[in-house]
């Protein structure tokens, strides 16, 4: 599942490490990060943003988490599950100005 840490902060919690921006992770293990107090709170307060495994997220809010993503190998990996072409454009922009910054 994919969890944007708003956050300008890594957030670590019961072996779970958010960085700023989107991280891919096992569902089970956010719920064992989320089931932490801190955790909990944070995410109360909206600093994550997440669906289900299970649900996908709209085109609007995976773009949304595709511009604050920074790993190139997750935005491959997301684009070769994806079909809908502006999510596909979106992963393509994103990748183009993390491997190619001057442009």
């Known amino acids: 599942m994919l969890v ?51 649900a996908k997220p709209s085109a609007k809010e995976l773009i949304a988490m595709i511009e604050d993503a920074f790993d190139v190998d997750m935005l491959e990996a997301l684009k070769a599950d994806e079909d809908r072409k502006t999510v596909l454009d979106a992963i393509d922009k994103r990748i183009e100005e993390l491997t190619n910054p001057e442009k």
């Open 4 to 54: 944007q840490n708003k956050g300008n902060h890594s957030y670590q919690a019961n072996g779970l490490t958010l960085v700023p921006g989107t991280n891919k992770v096992d569902e089970k293990e956010f719920e064992r990060f989320i089931s932490h107090p801190l955790m909990n709170h944070l995410d109360k307060k909206g600093e994550f943003v997440y669906g289900s495994e299970k």
